[in-house]
T-cell receptor
Framework: EDKVVQSPLSLVVHEGDTVTLNCSYE??????LLWYKQEKKAPTFLFML????IEKKSGRLSSILDKKELFSILNITATQTGDSAVYLC????????????FGAGTQVVVTP | DTGVSQDPRHKITKRGQNVTFRCDPI?????LYWYRQTLGQGPEFLTY????????KSRLLSDRFSAERPKGSFSTLEIQRTEQGDSAMYLC????????????FGQGTRLTVV
């Protein structure tokens, strides 16, 4: 059975800190790994990773995939209160890339 | 707004009533997905369509749930004889079958069964 596990489940940091979120996966016929940010409602897409060792960056967020060890990390540097959200990791489980197996998410709280 | 649109945003219903939710995907997307999310959990896949064909249904989708996408555009999800355990956020997503294939989510419909 396909599985995606995120850690930690929650963390609280101060503005300006750096956070690292972990995602491990066991997916048959692995295709890609996706990260989403969910603030209150819709998960919003952050990154899609398909190749091992290639870092993707968007502003203060970056992510990398290790296909040998079956995990990914999401880094947020110089955190701001607007980064407070649940960060979800997911992997497509079939050729339909929208059929996703999600982890439970990591709740990040950034305090002023 | 060219994103995924869901209606209603909130629904409160009495146990035993039927409810129907609507999802309008991004117009050029031919794949549409329904997910359910409960507090503290990631979204769980329910079903998906490619154009008007329903290609897969999760075991989570009991007989009381039915989804349609009659013209390959918008979709509806109906829950009959609602139970308190159906209370959740129902999320719709859409994606393209080619090119950039990541799924984009709507704002969701929050269902509360009392």
């Amino acid at each position: 059975e396909d599985k995606v596990v995120q850690s930690p489940l929650s963390l609280v940091v101060h503005e300006g800190d750096t956070v690292t979120l972990n995602c491990s996966y066991e997916v048959t016929n692995f295709r890609s790994l996706l990260w989403y940010k969910q603030e209150k409602k819709a998960p919003t897409f952050l990154f899609m990773l398909t190749s091992s060792g290639i870092e993707k960056k968007s502003g203060r967020l970056s992510s990398i995939l290790d296909k040998k060890e079956l995990f990914s990390i999401l880094n947020i540097t110089a955190t701001q209160t607007g980064d407070s959200a649940v960060y979800l990791c997911a992997a497509p489980t079939t050729d339909s890339w929208g059929k996703l197996q999600f982890g439970a998410g990591t709740q990040v709280v950034v305090t002023p | 707004d060219t994103g995924v649109s869901q209606d209603p945003r909130h629904k409160i219903t009495k146990r035993g009533q039927n409810v129907t939710f609507r999802c309008d995907p991004i117009s050029e997307h031919n794949r549409l997905y329904w997910y359910r999310q409960t507090l503290g959990q990631g979204p769980e896949f329910l079903t998906y369509f490619q154009n008007e064909a329903q290609l897969e249904k999760s075991r989570l989708l009991s007989d009381r749930f039915s989804a349609e996408r009659p013209k390959g555009s918008f979709s509806t999800l109906e829950i009959q004889r609602t139970e308190q355990g159906d209370s959740a956020m129902y999320l719709c997503a859409s994606s393209s079958a080619s090119g950039s294939r990541e799924a984009f989510f709507g704002q969701g419909t929050r269902l509360t069964v009392v």
